[in-house]
C-alpha cells in the first residue's frame, strides 16, 4: 500500500524580489489557486517576510498557471474547517481575513496582477491591492450563488465599493464571469491588457510609483482608502494630520521636490517626479 507524501505546504505561495519588485504567486495551480487554509497561513508569512525589505519597492500579487485565483478552496477552507466546528471556522475566517486586512494596510503599494480566474474570496485580496490590471483574457466572477451563498467575508462590501450598485448587485445575482475588458468598463480593475503584455504593463506602472517617495506613497494610499467614509470636514482634518505625521518620518521629499522645481527648475511636477538619492 503506497504511503501518502507528507504535504509541503510552504510552497503554496512563492515570491521573488527582482529590481524593486516582489513578485508573489499563488502557488497551486492544480487547484486553480484556490485559498486553502495553508495559503491563507503562509501567505501572512510572506507578506511578513518581505514587507520592511529596503529591496522591496512594490509587490504584485499574481497566480501560477492559467488562474489568480479561484477563490476560496470549498473543500479544505468550507467543508473541512466546518467539519471541525465553530472554532475551525473562526480559525479560518481569522487566518484569510487577516492577511487580506494586512494587504489593504501594507507599507508598500501592491498591484493585483490578474492572469486569469478570479472568483468570490479572490475579490478580497483584489481589493484589497491599491491597484489592478488584468488580462483582457482573465475572467471574474462572484460565484457564490451558483453554488447557494452569498458572497460573504467583505466580498459584497469591496464590490459595492469598488463598483456602481447595478454592477455589483448584476455580478452577485447572476454569478456570470466577466472578462477583464468588462472588469475595467465596471472599474473592479483600473485597466484590462492582452496576457502577452501584462507583465510588461505591470512593470511600467510599478516602476512610475517606485519613482516616488516612500513616505508620502503609504500616506497617500492609506488617505485615499480613510477618507471614503469620512465626511469631508473630518477628512480635511485627517488629511492635514496625516501629511504632518508623514513629514515625522520624511521631511525632505516635499522641500526638494520643491526646490527642484523652484529652484532648479530640473523637472515639472506636473508631469514627472523629482529625482530622490536612494
Ligand atoms: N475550491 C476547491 N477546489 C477547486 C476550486 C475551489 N474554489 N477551484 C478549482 N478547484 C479544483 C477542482 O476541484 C479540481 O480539482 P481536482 O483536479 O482534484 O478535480 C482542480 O481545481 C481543477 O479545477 P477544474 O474545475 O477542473 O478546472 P477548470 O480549468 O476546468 O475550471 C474554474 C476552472 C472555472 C475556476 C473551476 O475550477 C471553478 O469553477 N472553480 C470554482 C470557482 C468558485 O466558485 N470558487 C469559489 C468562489 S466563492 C468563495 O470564494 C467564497
Do not use: H
Not at 519597492?57 to 466546518?82: C, H, I, N, P
Amino acid at each position: 500500500m503506497p504511503v501518502a507524501e507528507p504535504q509541503d505546504d510552504t510552497n503554496v505561495v512563492r515570491y521573488e524580489v527582482s529590481d524593486g519588485i516582489a513578485w508573489v504567486y499563488f502557488n497551486r495551480p492544480e487547484k486553480r489557486n484556490a485559498m486553502n487554509p495553508a495559503t491563507n497561513r503562509v501567505m501572512t508569512d510572506v507578506l511578513d517576510e518581505i514587507e520592511f525589505r529596503d529591496d522591496v519597492k512594490v509587490l504584485v500579487l499574481t497566480g501560477e498557471g492559467d488562474a489568480w485565483q479561484a477563490g476560496m478552496d470549498l473543500k479544505e477552507y468550507f467543508r473541512e474547517t466546518e467539519a471541525q466546528g465553530l472554532r475551525g471556522v473562526r480559525k479560518s475566517q481569522r487566518e484569510s481575513y487577516g492577511w487580506f486586512r494586512r494587504l489593504r494596510w501594507y507599507q508598500k503599494p501592491t498591484i493585483a496582477m490578474v492572469n486569469g480566474w478570479c472568483f468570490g474570496g479572490g475579490f478580497g485580496p483584489l481589493c484589497a491591492c491599491d491597484l489592478a490590471i488584468c488580462a483582457d483574457e482573465a475572467k471574474f466572477g462572484l460565484s457564490e450563488i451558483n453554488w447557494g451563498i452569498l458572497p460573504g467575508g467583505g466580498v459584497t462590501k469591496v464590490v459595492v465599493d469598488f463598483m456602481s450598485m447595478r454592477d455589483a448587485m448584476y455580478l452577485t445575482l447572476t454569478g456570470e464571469a466577466i472578462d477583464g475588458k468588462t472588469a475595467a468598463a465596471w472599474k473592479l480593475v483600473n485597466e484590462s491588457v492582452p496576457l502577452d503584455q501584462l507583465k510588461g504593463r505591470v512593470e511600467e506602472l510599478a516602476k512610475t510609483i517606485m519613482e516616488k517617495s516612500p513616505s508620502a506613497i503609504k500616506a497617500a494610499k492609506d488617505a485615499v482608502r480613510r477618507v471614503k467614509e469620512m465626511t469631508y470636514d473630518n477628512a480635511e482634518d485627517y488629511l492635514v494630520r496625516a501629511q504632518e505625521s508623514a513629514n515625522f518620518f520624511d521631511n525632505e521629499s516635499r522641500k526638494e521636490g520643491i526646490k527642484q522645481f523652484i529652484d532648479d527648475k530640473s523637472y515639472k511636477p506636473g508631469l514627472a517626479a523629482f529625482k530622490r538619492d536612494e
